[in-house]
């Protein structure tokens, strides 16, 4: 700690940091532009002026940047004297110069850190009569507008996206007052993380696309906290609304999962929400007949079709929140409701709680990756199956390398220095998967593979780290990929041995290892062998964390509350046809939750399956395969219309709100089955808190969840916390056509949010928060005033709780060092080898595309790549297959003909196949095909 004075002011404060983000802790206005917490201090802006003291006696001073002043003992400067408020205002007159006079018809107008340092610093004419310079602006893809006449040349967009983030296709071009951010030529922005330009940008020149197209002022939303359910890992967003439309997602700050980021999936991925395909209705269908019920009508009929019923079966989904699916499985039991997900994915999932329960390897939270100084990553395309992950895996490459300039006193804020000294070297940093990487740029070594292949790597990297004793018959095929060490000759056995072994000996000198694997290749030794590396590290002393990548928002918590899964089922409901005539439907009714088992299975499968359910319930908010075969649909509230909890990946429960309340017949999933088991259970009566409780009361494991935000009945006072900013307009007027007096603001019996402007106007515990906002901070830089230090935790402490923590016992996962080194363990499958012929198809994942909901938003289908096959380039060329060439293959019981792209990562007699395209919806990976090249063009 060091004693600081700031206008004769004492402060005791962190001597670790500069003096921006030590005046902004204290809460102290200071003016800023170039520097951010996560991109740190470059002083490209000189907006941040502070004046300087040798001493007491020093009445004079000199003028400093502040984002570039470390803090020291007894250091006295001061942010209010004249000079230095000169020097800002003049700064930022300069800065202004050429900005445009279009405020009233900016995007960023009203939520612009530009107009509000501009108030900060006095800064109110405009002396400049000349000329202004003018850029041209560049198309940059459905996401990000570009509108290049509004930079200041703050340097954050290329320092977040070419620095930060890894892009390459954004960089800063000529000098002078003709600096220009944007690309070589026009087109789409590369990067996965783009959309975070938004944010990043002070001022207008980068903005949201998919607002454009429905653009509200930003004092016009109304806000909810929210959570991303387009993959595992859990972001934390804040979903706006207008109209009953959603019209944007924004970051909201949680330091121990997002901080200030999003995946470009994540924040553009909203938009099927607003789709016409929407089912807005409840219906009731019969042949080629539909009629529109409404709500009651929709209870009454559904129930008495229950009555009548002698059997119930309930299928589950990994994106319903817990409530829904916990509601599910009271509806029609605990032995006849399934998990919505195919066995072989279940099974992953279950043994991945597992060993968070019982591992004794802490599962670090997405922010803490960023604290580890050496990763191995087995078998996950991290970039497209977890962006964010992949993000922060990025700043742990750079740990090690930091680590060593902080030894020479140079503190990590001081990023031009660090930049510098650092030259781009990266820690030590391994991949093992079956193909090229997005990450592969900054690996030390990669490795390619079949997965049984990886699998055997990993375990022999564990049997390394226990004991140096060779491992027999774990070598497979080698295909190794590295730029340190390519060219090398010696044999695949030794080249292999050397490899495992420098991948250990990085481990074991790493103080802090990170391991990271997942569901993606559908292979159980992997997730052991995963877990053994991180056990055998923790045993000899390390501090190692343990990442896994699970496919879906709720998959952990979907797998927490069932056992069964899609395969049960269909062997519950009757064997296999063997006959000609399909077997008569029983009396059973299904009852489907938020799942398209037709995204899940074959589609022959799941056609034999719905036929043998004489009445289907379908409970979604789009239509698809499963809702055309239903025979009662309901229409299910997606993320942004329902109330909700959901576990990610790292076992953290997190609470999501609604953020409107459509004026359809649209309603909360575990609303509709709450309606179903009215006369059955008392819970039917209970509002979200008491379904909450009876949950808790069920799944003990669960019992966190209860505690995650404070309770509908939680006031500030007496007020609730408001979803609309105090400046929202429009209330009467909006709905002028219905009626021109001011409707009543609908209530919230589920939350301690209101539907309103009116609440309180401080800041609101965390897990409720659902804008950012403080006097003379407008955007999204307000942020500051919300955390106990810039940076850190908020005030409150960050949203959400771990489930999991490391415990002394462990699940076995692999034979021990002292189990003998001859034998192959049997968890581990053997090598794998090619067969003449045939092609094993694995997935290829892709972060726009895989997800199906998502992939159903207009702005992410300009991204999603068509569908193709790649093929092993050696393999291909003996088969006489070129790259544009079309093959014909059998897939999901039809022939698609599908153009071949040639990848020379993939290991041989492997093929892949883009997971999630409507070419390969249902294909249960991996599977083998036979391709005839007779067939290419």
Same mark, same amino acid.
């Given at each position: ?7 004769? @002011? ?52 000199? !003028? ?6 470390? !803090? ?24 202004? +110069? ?20 501009? @108030? ?32 200041? #040349? ?125 089912? *807005? ?39 319903? *929140? ?43 939270? %997405? ?23 992949? %993000?922060?895996?990025? #700043?742990?490459?750079? $740990? ?22 650092? #030259?781009?070297? +990266? ?74 072994? *420098? ?51 709720? *998959? ?32 059973? +009714? ?8 037709? /995204?899940?299975?074959? $589609? ?18 789009? /239509? ?180 999991? /923590?490391? @415990? ?35 997935? %290829? ?14 702005? !992410? ?33 039809? $022939? ?42």
């Amino acid at each position: 700690m060091a004693n600081i004075l700031i206008d004769n @002011v004492s402060y005791s404060v962190d001597g670790s940091k500069n003096v921006l983000a030590t005046s902004l802790s204290l809460g102290l206005n200071l003016p800023y532009f170039c520097w951010h917490p996560a991109l740190h201090s470059v002083g490209a802006c000189r907006q941040c002026a502070i004046l300087k003291y040798k001493n007491a006696e020093d009445k004079k001073g000199k !003028i400093v940047m502040a984002c570039l002043e470390p !803090i020291t003992d007894q250091l006295r400067i001061s942010i209010e004297a004249p000079e230095a408020r000169q020097f800002r205002a003049g700064n930022i007159e300069a800065l202004m +110069t050429n900005h445009p006079h279009d405020c009233p018809v900016c995007d960023e107008g009203g939520e612009c850190h530009l107009q509000d340092m501009t @108030v900060m610093t006095g800064h109110n004419c405009r002396r400049y009569e000349f000329k202004k310079r003018t850029h041209g602006n560049q198309y940059l893809g459905p996401f990000v507008n570009h509108e290049m006449n509004r930079c200041i #040349q703050c340097y954050r967009c290329v320092r977040f996206y070419k620095d930060y983030a890894g892009g390459k296709d954004l960089d800063v071009f000529s000098s002078h007052d003709e600096v220009y951010f944007g690309r070589q030529e026009e087109g789409a922005l590369e990067s996965e993380f783009s959309g975070n330009l938004v944010e990043v940008c002070p001022t207008g020149v980068f903005t949201d696309k998919t607002l454009k197209k429905h653009f509200t002022r930003k004092w016009d939303l109304t806000d909810a906290p929210s959570i991303c359910h387009q993959c595992g890992v859990g972001c934390n967003i804040i979903a706006s609304e207008r109209y009953g439309s959603i019209r944007r997602i924004l970051t909201r700050y949680n330091g121990d999962v997002n901080g200030y980021f999003l995946c470009d999936r994540g924040r553009f991925g909203y938009e099927y929400v607003n789709s016409p395909g929407r089912i *807005s209705a409840p219906a009731r269908k019969q042949n080629a007949s539909s009629w529109i019920l409404s709500a009651e009508e929709a209870i009454a009929d559904i129930k008495k079709i229950l009555g009548a019923s002698n059997k119930k079966r309930g299928i589950g989904s990994p994106r319903a *929140s817990l409530e829904s699916n916990f509601l599910l499985r009271r509806l029609v039991g605990p032995d006849h409701f399934y998990a919505g997900i195919p066995r072989a994915e279940g099974k992953l999932l279950r043994r991945i709680v597992a060993l968070l329960k019982n591992g004794k390897v802490k599962t670090p939270s %997405l922010g803490e990756v960023k604290d580890y100084d050496a990763v191995f990553i087995i078998g996950e395309d991290v970039t497209n199956t977890a962006p964010m992950l992949a %993000l922060n895996l990025r #700043q742990t490459a750079r $740990k090690g390398p930091v680590e060593l300039v902080k030894a020479m006193h140079i503190p990590e804020w001081n990023d031009a220095a660090v930049k510098d000294i650092v #030259q781009g070297t +990266t820690g030590p940093f391994y991949i093992a998967t079956p193909h090229t990487t997005a990450l592969d740029e900054i690996a030390t070594r990669t490795y390619r593979a079949h997965p049984d292949d990886i699998a055997r790597i990993a375990y022999t990297v564990a049997q390394h780290i226990q004991t140096p004793l060779p491992v027999a018959d774990a070598h497979p095929t080698e295909n190794p990929s590295s730029s340190a060490e390519a060219g090398r000759t010696a044999s695949p056995r030794s080249d292999i041995e050397t490899m495992t072994k *420098s991948i250990a000996d990085a481990l074991l000198t790493a103080k802090k290892p990170l391991i990271v694997s997942g569901t993606s290749l559908y292979s159980q030794p992997i997730l052991d062998c995963a877990a053994g590396i991180a056990s055998a590290l923790k045993d000899k002393g390390k501090d190692p964390g343990l990442v896994f990548i699970v496919p879906e928002a709720n *998959s952990i918590g979907l797998a927490m509350l069932s056992d069964q899964f899609l395969e049960d089922a269909f062997e519950k409901a009757g064997p296999d046809d063997t006959e000609e005539e399909p077997a008569e439907p029983d009396e059973a +009714t299904l009852i489907i939750l938020e799942n398209d088992l037709y /995204e899940r299975t074959y $589609k022959t499968q799941a056609d034999l399956f719905l036929s043998r359910h004489k009445n289907i319930v379908v409970l979604d908010s789009l /239509e698809n395969p499963t809702t055309r075969q239903a025979t009662h649909l309901l229409p299910a509230a997606t993320f942004t219309e329902a109330d909700g909890t959901i576990i990610n990946n790292e076992g953290r429960a997190q609470r999501f709100y609604q953020v409107y309340i459509p004026d359809n017949g649209v309603r909360s999933s575990w609303k509709w089955l709450q309606g179903l088991l009215a006369d059955q259970s008392p819970i039917a009566t209970r509002h979200f808190d008491g379904i909450l409780e009876c949950l808790v009361l069920e799944f003990p494991e669960l019992a966190a969840i209860a505690t995650l935000a404070p309770a509908a009945g939680f006031r500030e006072g007496t007020q609730k916390i408001p979803r609309e900013p105090h400046r929202y307009s429009g209330r009467t007027a909006m709905h002028a056509n219905v009626n021109v007096n001011e409707p009543q603001p609908s209530g919230d019996a589920d939350s301690a949010l209101s539907f309103t402007m009116e609440g309180y106007a401080g800041i609101p515990p965390p897990a409720l928060t659902p804008f950012y906002w403080s006097p003379g901070w407008n955007s999204v830089q307000a942020i500051n005033k919300y955390q106990i230090e810039v940076g850190g935790p908020l005030h409150g402490g960050n949203p959400g709780k771990r489930l999991f /923590e490391p @415990v002394a016992a462990q699940l076995s996962v692999i034979p021990s060092a002292e189990s003998s080194p001859a034998a192959s363990p049997q968890a581990i499958p053997p090598s794998f080898t090619p067969v003449p012929g045939q092609w094993l198809v694995l997935p %290829l994942y892709h972060i726009f595309g895989s997800d199906p909901l998502s992939a159903q938003s207009p702005a !992410i289908k300009e991204r999603m790549p068509q569908p193709y096959i790649a093929l092993n380039d050696t393999n291909a060329a003996g088969a006489g297959i070129l790259e544009g060439h079309f093959v014909e293959v059998l897939l999901n019981g039809q $022939k698609q003909r599908l153009p071949v792209k040639l990848n020379a990562g993939l290991p041989p007699g492997t093929a892949g196949l883009p997971k999630g395209l409507p070419a390969t919806t249902g294909l249960p990976f991996p599977f083998s095909i036979t391709i005839n090249s007779a067939l290419h063009d």
